[in-house]
């Protein structure tokens, strides 16, 4: 583990709310930027690309939800009810959790209500449904994040009791959904399943 990291996980129980945002949204822009360099050094540069916030912003988003959802879909639904010790949640209500607070999220890019704002995350549900739910969200989302531009994401718009920049939802969106990703992956590592992101990479070439 980096120092850094390292640094960040020791101080992170005792860190304020405050805190934590702002460092999520710091290590929300650093993802990004990782995940902008190419994957191996045989992979080369893109030539003439423009990284800018928002598209890079949204293809992370994109990134996101594909791996979120082919993590359920990799879960057997006998083990949608997993979890590691009795204190934590089981993996069926992780995957309502994530798809529930998309809609959330979203429902404040929009400027209504939650359509799912009456709907709990510890509701049972199947693998069916909850992969339903979870597509639903990103069908929510999608059009809401995909017009977002440069210009957009510091416009203010109305969050609860405060005003934020669009885009500073859409950080909170990507790094909410990379956080649950970074959990539901021990998740299936515990039942011997390989995580979808790890699954997708290409074996380095032999020398």
């Not at 800018?52 to 992370?60: F, H, K, N, V």
């Not at 993590?71 to 949608?80: K, S, T, W």
């Not at 339903?132 to 531009?149: D, I, Y």
């Not at 405060?162 to 969106?173: K, N």
Request: charged share 20%; aromatic share 6%.
């Amino acid at each position: 583990m980096p120092e850094a990291v390292r640094s960040i996980a020791l101080e992170w129980p005792a860190m304020s709310p405050h805190h934590r945002g702002m460092m999520k949204l710091t290590l929300a822009v650093v993802f990004i930027a990782l995940a902008a360099v190419p994957a191996s050094p045989q992979s080369p540069p893109p030539t003439g690309r423009k990284l800018t916030l928002a598209s890079e912003m949204i293809r992370g988003y994109t990134q996101i939800q594909r791996d979120l959802l082919e993590a359920a879909e990799l879960m057997p639904d006998a083990d949608y009810g997993f979890k590691p010790t009795p204190e934590t949640r089981p993996f069926g209500q992780l995957i309502a959790h994530v798809a529930l607070s998309q809609f959330g999220f979203c429902s404040f890019l929009q400027g209504g209500p939650s359509p799912k704002a009456a709907e709990k995350d510890e509701t049972p549900r199947s693998k069916a449904v909850l992969i339903a739910l979870l597509k639903e969200s990103a069908t929510f989302c999608n059009p809401l994040v995909s017009a977002m531009t440069d210009e957009s994401m510091v416009q203010l718009i109305k969050a609860g009791p405060v005003e934020g920049a669009r885009g500073l939802l859409l950080a909170a969106l990507n790094t909410h959904g990379s956080e649950v990703y970074g959990t539901i992956a021990v998740y299936l590592r515990l039942k011997g399943i390989v995580p979808p992101t790890t699954a997708r990479q290409k074996p380095a070439p032999t020398k």
